[in-house]
Each structure stands twice: as C-alpha cells, then as structure tokens.
C-alpha cells in the first residue's frame, strides 16, 4: 500500500516539473485551431498585429477573405486572402459546423469558397479544409446580408420588375427580358433556373420549415452575354403552388438544380409571369380567390399586432427615435421619397427589432407636414408586418428568415388583395396602421466637446478627466456604455487644458462588443466587433449579435441594441459626440456619468458608492465625480491593439490623477481668450469654454454644433398628445387626418341625411375629443330644409305679387266705369 501512494507522489512530482508527456515541439507556436487565442508563446487573437505578438502563420489559418459579404441566397466566390495552396485533394468550407460548400484552387494558386444557401443574416463562421474534409485548420467569418443589400453587380436583374410581377394582368404582356454583368460567371454558356420559395408545416409549430427549391430550367446553353429574352409560358400545374421566387443563373457545365455553386440571383418577386392559365384567364377573379384564402388564414393565425411598439406620432419623432425605429428604405425621405406602395407618404420607418414571440414587424409612414398617415384613412397608410422584413434571431425557421418570411405573410398578399383584384379593404383591415396614443419617446443623454455631460434628467456639467470612464450601466438588461478621453493639443502644440471624447465602447447583456474610436491622425471613425476592425467597403449595415449597426458616413455611426436603447456616435472636431437613447422601461435603472433616469435632477450626481453630490457641487468636486466613474481593469470592454493603449491605459490607473484640467470656475484667468470666445461662441457656454480649454474657435464651433444637435433632437422627442383615429359617422364623411393635440376634424353627411351632434370636434390637452362624433339621421338634410323653406317664401312672395296686381287691375276698372258721362 505504502509502495503504491509512493509511486503516486513520484508521478505526480514527474507531471508537475514537467518531464511526464509534452506537446509536440512548436504546437503553440502555430495559430493551427486556435484563432481568437491570446495563449502561448505568439497570439492568433486580432489585436496581436497591433502588438507585434502574432504567430508567423496567422494568415494562413486566421483568415481574411474578399469580398467578405454576399446575400443569403449563397452562391458567392470569395477569395482568401494571404493563402496560397499548391495541389489538393479537395477544397471544402464549412459554415456553422454544418453547410459545406466546395471550393477549388486557381491557377495562381489562390485558394476559393463559395457561400451558401442560408436562412439567417450577420456574421458566418466557417471553417476551410484543403484536405477534402478530414481536417478543418482554419477559419474566417462570413458576412450574410438581406438579399436587398447587395450591389446590383452581384445580382441578375429583372427587366421593368413591375411587368414580371404583373404577367398576365390587364396590359401586361410580351417578352421579359433578365440581364447580368458577364464577368461575374467566368464561363462561356450558363443555364438560367427558376427556384421557388415557400414554409410549410403548421405555422408557430415546430414543424414550420423553410425552403428554397429548385422548380424548373428556363434556359440551358445560353451565350454569357448578359442578356436573356424569352416569352413565359403557364408551368406545369405541379409548380403552380410557388407563388414568391427568384431566377438563378449558373455555369451550364452545373447539373440543373445543384445547390451552392458560384451563381447571380435575382430578386425575389412574384411569379405573375409562371402562373397557369387560370390565372391568365381572369386574373382578377384568381387574384380575389387567393385573397380570400389568405383573409381565412389570417383568422386562424395569432393576433401579432398586440405586441407591436406603437408608432411614432410625427415625422420628427420617428427620425429621432433611432434606437427603436429605421428608415424604410422603400420610402426613404433622403432618397427623394420615391413611396411605390405608399404614394401619400414622404417617409416611413420600420420598427428595429421584430416582435418578441411571433417575430413581427411594425411600419410607420408620415406625410410632408409630418403627420402619420393611417390605413384607416388612406391606402397609402403603413401597415404592419407578421414578418418582420429584416428577419429576427434566431433566423433559420418561419417567420423569421430575412425578407423572404415577409414575402410570403405580407407582400405577395398584397399582391392578391390590392394590386391584382379590387379587395384592398380586406388586406387593411388585417393590417390596420398602429396609432400613437401611447407612444413614449425615448429619454437622451449626450457627451461632446471637452466632454461636457447632458444627463437624461437634463443636467449638464463639464468633466474633463484624462481616462476611461463609465458613461451608463443599467442593470435592467446589462448594459455598459463606456468612454475613453485623452487631452488634445493646442494650435502652439502644447497640451491642452482639457480633453476630448476618442473612444465609445458598448455591450448589452450577452451580445457582441461595439467598439466605435478615432483612427490616429485621420480623425475618421473605427469600429470594432468583438475587438476586431471592420471594414465598411462592402456593407454599411450589419446584423450582428444582439445590435444591428448602422454607418451612414465615415462620420457617423448608429447603434441599435435589443432592448431598443441606441447611441449615436459622430465625429465632432477633434473628438467624438455620443447621444444615448432609452425606452422609458430604463426608468429608475440607469447610473454613471450621464445620471439616473428618474425625472429628477436632483440625483444625477450619485457616486458608485450611492453617496450623492448636491446640485451645487463645485467643478472640482464634479471632477471627483467623474474620477470615481473609471472603468476597472476586470470590466473594462476596450480594445488594447497597440502599444500606446497598453501602455497608458491598461497599466496605468484608469483615471490620470496627474492630469490638472481647466475648470470652468477659472476660466477668467484666460482673460485674453475669454473675449474672443464669447464673440465666437454667442450665449453656449460649452463653446466658449472649450475655445478658452484649447486654444482654437473651430474646436468651439464643432461643440457648438454638438450642442445644437441635441437640443434639436430633445425638442424632436417631446411627448405630443393623441386623442387617436377619429371615424367619420355611418352616412357621412369627415374632413383631417391629424389626430394630434389642437388639431379639428369636421364632420358632414352624405345625401339624404341630416347631422344630430357638433360640426366639428378637436383634440385637447387631455387627449379627449372636445365633442362626440356626430350621427347622420335619415331624413331631410339641412341642405333641403333650407330649399324647402327659401321655396315656400318664394311662392309666398309669388301670391303676394299676384295679389296686388290683381287689386290695381281691379280699381282701374273701377275708375273706368265711374268716371264722368259725355
């Protein structure tokens, strides 16, 4: 026994000085499987670069691709970068685990893949094996967009869209024409294919499924000019059942049908041009079949539309709401308001997130005055969505997948209903527009300048501490919003007084890490996912984990998180301005340098500790205020990616006690600026301190604007009273379409009937309606009681006439007869 315990503790003394079994020599020293690992002797994580601490092979196995995005309709080539392959057993790439798709090697030897069939949208991984399978070494990520966010190069087009889509209606005839850039099919003859879309199984089951599949070649062997004509025929009845679909064209040397090979899709679309001749015959009786279908269908289904956030109630509040609402962009103000399925409207946004349990979406749509426009009074009202056009997480299955789930739910019935047979009434009145009666704007709170802090309860002072700080924690649904701020420099190239906003850092609960800084010297704006820098050359809009991002210029990026919170960071001068944006349902959940939302200014000074600052608290005891707000080590989400960062901000103390700013109680001792800012700067205090903190009027003028912009957006989201839709009587109409707080709605009746109530009704501070609409009682209207009456007093007057011309008649007869004999 004894023997046996000593032989354990001499094994045990072998493993722990190292001499038992060891890794093969320079196992770690390969990224070979460990890419995103900062372990070991050299890193394969993608700030190593920065470092200089990289593995020598980290592109061969840590891959970077071109082009690094494509639709989810797959059939992309993409190149990886840095790679070369001489002679192969077989190329494969695999994305999430599962889907593989075959790739090959070119003649220059650069390595290929080809993106798959894929029912979701945002970042891929995927896995590339020059094995043919047996081992997957290396790995990458794949960026999967909503079909209608790919070039046009990358797709085919459909000639005039509109006649496909309405093929065999009233005036839509002939010969369709698809064209395509040659050089995206390196090839000589290509096949052109229709697939089909469609979900099956009971909806909101397990067993709803979604699929794409191939239905029939429309042509093989056809020239890669780039052009294809041909004149549709009615398919076989076996394909009738696919009403929502898209063409592929591929390589001719492809069997018909194969999946994920090199390929231009077309957008998908209704197949008006593939219909059989019963459709041909009439369309509008067909059409008014199959919306009567969908109409019986939808009385079966959940009622989505409870769930859905309320729209905005003005064209202002939509814009600025950005972390719950989005441009359309089929009615997009900023492109010239071309609205095809909502004529009436300048504007529409949609909502971001796609509702919690059925996956929908709602639509908001607004006239030039800004005024919401209703499906209740126009046709060209918004209407909501059983699925949500975006898609939402986790995709894959019904009624979540990208813009195809929305066809099937909510375009291609529209279609039945409104565009081929005269049923739009029943298509609206499944998608009536959303009021806005209890719609609440969402609460701001904006840093900017040399930073100066505009809480959500609206107090606002000046912390310019050198640092990384907490700019807001709610612990509601885990998020942290963090900031960096360095010191800038003066036009004589000393240091300034103060400092600027350069880095904006945010997670919420357990979704990616955005990271949104200023570059080095450019001053233009880097983001960063998951501490990795993205590239905006392709895409300007991403799906990502918990977030969608959106970056409209070099300057200008949104954020918008799950819980419906947004930021907005931009470039202002020398530093970066952020605008954070909450739902109401933050309310007493909220804590940092931008406060505690809670409605009262009082508490917005509240240190980590709970220990509260009184309103009147000086500058400096505002500096230690911020300085309690730094960021530790343990909870910090910056990228440390280069020397400098590590140096000064990941060794060193978060807040730089040695840093001594300007404090705006000595600002007069800068007497020799203080003139020229408050010239410049007018009455915004923020610019005249910050001309004085840096020496420079243009670093005034961008904090200026700052200012501005928030002021503007805190008068956009003030909260404006509805008293909601007004219906016009039965027999009567109504005249307005604003339902807003001193807005008036005038009531009338049709032929035949007469008004019992007001004339008029208009909405009040309370949100009640001044007056009850009014009936239209049968009867005689006022209109023919006044004709009655003005007609009787026209006989009367007629008799009256009468009579006094008879009477003069009369007693001229009587002279006659009574007058002197000869």
């Known amino acids: 026994m004894k023997l046996a315990l000593l032989s354990w503790a001499l094994l045990l003394l072998v493993l722990s000085l190292g001499l038992g079994p060891q890794p093969a020599a320079g196992a770690q020293e390969s990224c070979a499987q460990r ?44 190149v990886v970068q ?26 220059s030897q650069q390595v290929h893949c080809v993106s798959p069939l894929i029912y979701e949208s945002g970042p891929i991984p995927f896995m590339l094996s020059l094995d043919n399978g047996r081992t997957f070494e290396r790995s990458g990520t794949w960026l999967a967009v909503h079909p209608s966010k790919v070039s046009q190069t990358e797709k085919c087009t459909l000639v005039n869209e509109t006649r496909w889509q309405y093929y065999g209606t009233a005036g839509a005839g002939g010969n369709l024409s698809v064209t395509w850039s040659p050089g995206a099919l390196p090839t000589i003859y290509v096949t052109i294919e229709l697939w089909g879309y469609e979900e099956t199984g009971k909806p909101y089951s397990e067993e709803w499924t979604a699929k794409w599949s191939y239905l029939y070649t429309l042509a ?27 063409l592929r064209i591929l390589d001719a040397a492809h069997q018909a049908g194969k999946r994920d090979v090199q390929s231009l899709w077309s957008n998908e ?70 609205c095809t399925y909502h004529p009436g409207a300048v504007h529409c946004v949609r909502s971001v997130q796609a509702s919690p349990r059925y996956a929908s979406g709602q639509q908001c749509c607004y006239t030039a005055d800004g005024t919401q426009l209703l499906t209740a009074d126009s046709s060209s009202g918004s209407t909501p969505d059983r699925g949500h056009d975006w898609g939402a997480p986790p995709y894959l299955v019904p009624p979540r997948v990208p813009g195809l789930s929305h066809w099937l739910y909510d375009v291609i019935s529209f279609y039945h209903c409104c565009l081929w047979a005269p049923e739009c009434h029943r298509y609206m009145r499944r998608r009536p527009s959303s009021g806005c009666r209890n719609y609440q704007p969402p609460r701001l709170a904006s840093a900017f300048g040399d930073p100066h802090f505009l809480t959500f309860d609206g107090t606002n002072f000046t912390f310019n501490g050198h640092g990384e700080y907490v700019l807001l924690e709610a612990g509601l649904t885990q998020l942290s919003v963090q900031a960096r701020a360095q010191p800038g420099m003066m036009p004589n190239g000393t240091q300034a007084l103060g400092t600027g906003l350069t880095s904006v850092v945010v997670q919420e609960g357990t979704s990616d890490v955005l990271e949104v800084r200023l570059t080095d010297g450019a001053k233009m704006l880097q983001v960063l996912l998951n501490q990795h820098v993205l590239s905006f050359d392709e895409q300007r809009w991403m799906d990502l984990k918990g977030m969608f991002l959106s970056v409209a210029t070099e300057e200008h990026v949104s954020i918008m998180l799950s819980s419906g919170a947004g930021l907005e960071v931009s470039t202002q001068g020398p530093s970066l301005s952020v605008t954070i944006l909450l739902p109401e349902k933050f309310q007493n959940h909220t804590r940092g340098l931008l406060g505690t939302l ?22 400096r005891q505002l500096f230690g205020f911020g300085a309690e707000w730094a960021v530790r080590n343990e909870s910090s989400l910056f990228t440390y990616d280069s020397h400098f960062l590590v140096n000064n901000f990941l060794f060193r103390p978060k807040h730089d006690p040695s840093f001594q700013p300007l404090f705006p109680d000595e600002v007069t001792a800068y007497s020799h600026l203080v003139h020229e800012a408050n010239a410049f700067c007018g009455e915004d205090p923020f610019c005249s301190f910050d001309v004085v903190a840096t020496g420079s009027l243009s670093v005034g003028n961008a904090t200026r604007a700052a200012h501005q912009l928030h002021q503007r957006l805190v008068q956009s989201l003030q909260l404006v009273v509805s008293c909601g839709w007004v219906a016009p009587p039965a027999n009567g109409h109504k005249e307005g379409i604003t339902y807003l707080v001193g807005s008036t709605i005038r009531f009338g009746c049709d032929h035949g009937y007469s008004l019992d109530g007001a004339e008029a009704s208009t909405c009040q501070a309370d949100g009640t309606w001044s007056m009850p609409t009014p009936r239209c009682q049968p009867g005689r209207s006022s209109t023919v009681l006044l004709s009655i009456i003005f007609g009787g007093l026209a006989v009367a007057l007629l008799v009256v006439l009468l009579y006094v011309l008879l009477s003069w008649r009369r007693k001229g007869h009587r002279a006659i007869a009574w007058g002197p004999r000869p």
């Open 82 to 107: 840095h790679l070369r392959s001489g002679p192969t057993d077989g190329v494969v790439c695999r994305f999430k685990g599962s889907v593989e798709t075959h790739g090959h090697v070119d003649d």
């Open 35 to 78: 890419c995103g690992d900062k372990s070991g002797p050299c890193s394969c994580h993608p700030t190593c670069s920065g470092l200089g601490s990289c593995c020598s092979d980290v592109r061969d196995f840590c891959l970077d691709i071109l082009p690094y995005s494509g639709s989810i309709m797959g059939g992309k080539d993409f």
């Open 269 to 338: 679309h209704a197949l008006a041009w593939h219909l059989g001749d019963d459709f041909r015959a009439d369309p509008v009786a067909w059409a008014r079949t199959q919306c009567l279908a969908w109409e019986e269908l939808e009385d079966e289904l959940p009622d989505f539309l409870g769930e859905l956030p309320e729209c905005p109630c003005t064209l202002a509040q939509a814009r600025a709401d950005s972390g719950r609402f989005f441009t359309d962009y089929g009615c997009d103000i900023e492109q010239g308001s071309v």
């Open 220 to 246: 093989e062997n056809v020239s890669n000019s780039g052009t294809f004509t041909f004149t549709p025929k009615p398919a076989p009845q076996n394909y009738q059942r696919w009403e929502v679909g898209a």
């Open 598 to 619: 809670n409605d009262n200014p009082a508490d917005d000074f509240t240190l980590p500790s709970g220990h509260v600052l009184p309103a009147t608290a000086s500058a």
